[in-house]
């Protein structure tokens, strides 16, 4: 099993790499956000208070937007060549396809959201560095819960018409109690510098992340096989 997942990972992070322009237009498109919403509210006149009090609504938008083009992306190169039957036979195991897709959408999403905060840092002018790495932590937290979910969905989507908004209209809604956790945690972090480990809503992703990976595990077999 481990080979073949190490197998199988290995193929879909160099479809990642390969693909440079996804990579840029992913990028950019979050660099764009940071931009604009920075324009937006530094003309206004805030100070740092009131930037950093806006700060976790603003990353974590930006990880949403950001995330469901990562995602939109997840199945493209078996959908156009209908390969997921080859990979199937090949895996023997949905699991490990699905784990494989997991953990490649996992890494890149964490790697952009990384981006995103040192550019809004940049942009905003908030200095949060001696947080980064708790910003960092939560975005691992946060990514589990949003691509264990979103891999599923992206599969279902995928074979459908329509997926560029499908994908969103499923996963955003269905979301909302990992946004409203991670919203929270982040706020609490930077006024008080502390990451609230015990705190409800640090339970609740940590609770979103298991619920949602174990029942994608579940459902992804039945989705595959469809």
Not at 74 to 93: C, P, R, T
């Amino acid at each position: 099993m481990f080979t073949q997942l190490s197998v199988l990972l290995s193929k879909d992070m160099q479809a990642i790499l390969r693909r440079g322009h996804f990579l840029a237009a992913s990028g950019g498109f979050a660099a764009l956000l940071v931009i604009v919403c920075s324009f937006a509210f530094r003309v206004i006149g805030y100070g740092q208070t009131e930037l950093i009090e806006l700060t976790p609504g603003i990353i974590w938008v930006i990880f949403l937007f950001s995330g469901v083009t990562v995602l939109g992306q997840s199945f493209i190169v078996e959908k156009e060549n209908d390969a997921l039957h080859g990979l199937l036979m090949a895996a023997g195991d949905p699991l490990i396809i699905y784990l494989s897709k997991f953990i490649a959408n996992s890494v890149l999403l964490t790697f952009l959201q990384a981006f995103v905060i040192i550019l809004h840092g940049v942009f905003f002018g908030v200095d949060y560095f001696e947080h980064f790495f708790f910003l960092l932590a939560l975005s691992v937290f946060a990514s589990i819960g949003f691509i264990a979910l979103g891999t599923l969905l992206a599969a279902i989507s995928t074979v459908s018409s329509g997926r560029e908004i499908l994908l969103p209209m499923l996963l955003f809604p269905l979301c909302l109690p990992l946004v409203a956790g991670v919203v929270s945690v982040t706020r609490v972090l930077l006024q008080d510098g502390v990451f609230p480990v015990g705190d409800f809503w640090f339970v609740m992703v940590l609770v979103f992340d298991v619920v949602s990976l174990v029942m994608s595990l579940l459902l992804f077999e039945f989705v595959a096989r469809e």
